[in-house]
C-alpha cells in the first residue's frame, strides 16, 4: 500500500543521454512535486502540478520536462544529461495546496558518469 | 525570495538528553513552517508542523516553537532516543514564496546510546 512510489529507485548513465523517472502516488491528492536534493542533501523544489496543470517551475534547465498525464502521476524526462544532474530526486504530493502535509516518495538515486 | 537558515548542521547527543533545532527564515509572509526528518536512504517524513497563529505546538517528545516577530521557529526533541538519528529539515511557505516550500539546510541529529 506504497503511497507515493518512484521508479526506478537507482539509475546510472553516461553524460548525454535522455531518461526518465517516474512517480505515482495512490492517496488521491490534487499535488504533486518533484524536488532535487544534492551531495550535502540540500532539498530545492524543481516543479509542482496542480489536477495536472504546472503552478511552480523553478529556475532549472530546459532539458527538464515534467509530464503529468493525470493527477496519481508526475513523470520527469531529463535530456542530454550531465554531471551536475546527479543527485537524489524526490516526488512528493499533498492534498490541495503546499500548506498541507507533503508525502514524500523514497527517491531515485541518478548518477550520470 | 525565501531564505531559511537552520543550525546546527551536526547536533550530538547522549540519549535521554534534549536535542534543539533553529531555523530563521526571510520572508514576513510565510505562514507555514514543517518540520521533517529524513532516515538513511528514506523520503523525508513530516513529524510536526507550525501555523504562524499558532506560537508553540507538542506532540509527545516533539515541540515546535515559532517567533513570527523575530523570524525564527524552533525544533525540540526531548528524551532522545536512538531512533531520532535521522536529518532533520525545516520549512517556510508563504504566499509571497510562490506558495512553496522551502528548506533549510537540514541538521543530522545522532542520538549516542
Redesign the interface.
Known sequence: DTA?SQTPKYLVTQMGNDKSIKCEQNLGHDTMYWYKQDS??????MF?YNNKEL??N?TVPNRFSPKSPDKAHLNLHINSLELGDSAVY?C?SSQG???E???????TRLLVL | GENVEQHPSTLSVQEGDSAVIKCTYSDSASNYFPWYKQELGKGPQLIIDIRSNVGEKKDQRIAVTLNKTAKHFSLHITETQPEDSAVYFCAASGTAAGNKLTFGGGTRVLVKP
Do not use: N, R
Not at chain 1, 550535502?40 to 523544489?45: A, D, V
Not at chain 1, 502535509?101 to 527517491?107: D, I, L, R, S
Open positions: 507515493v550535502k542533501k540540500f532539498l530545492k523544489i509542482s503552478i511552480i523553478e524526490f512528493a495546496t503546499v500548506k502535509t507533503q508525502y514524500f516518495g523514497p527517491g
